[in-house]
Nanobody
Framework: QVQLVESGGGLVQPGGSLRLSCAAS????????MGWYRQAPGKERELVAS???????NYADSVEGRFTISRDNAKNTVFLQMNSLKPEDTAVYYC???????WGQGTQVTVSS
């Protein structure tokens, strides 16, 4: 059974940075693409960034140039480095392994002064 556990969320001021982590277990992690999604109150869940098994990355226009997705296959972990955070980045962030349609439990990110 695939399990995904996110960590690293919190409260940060506008312009600040956070690094989210998602640790995977129960599968050969390196074989699969991974994604980070977010859901703000009253809004639909949206794709923030994705990374293929080979390391190809893709970003939503709203985070391009500010967020970086990466993976460490030896540690079965995917990361989301978030810089220059804005209040509109406030949301619950989820990691997703599409092949198994598996979601993590989510981690709250709040950007506020």
């Amino acid at each position: 059974q695939v399990q995904l556990v996110e960590s690293g969320g919190g409260l940060v001021q506008p312009g600040g940075s956070l690094r989210l982590s998602c640790a995977a277990s129960g599968t050969i992690f390196s074989r699969y693409a991974m994604g980070w999604y977010r859901q703000a109150p009253g809004k639909e869940r949206e794709l923030v960034a994705s990374i293929s098994s080979g390391g190809t990355t893709n970003y939503a226009d709203s985070v391009e140039g500010r967020f970086t997705i990466s993976r460490d296959n030896a540690k079965n972990t995917v990361f989301l480095q978030m810089n220059s955070l804005k209040p509109e980045d406030t949301a619950v962030y989820y990691c997703y392994l599409s092949y198994f349609k598996s979601w993590g439990q989510g981690t709250q990110v709040t950007v506020s002064s």
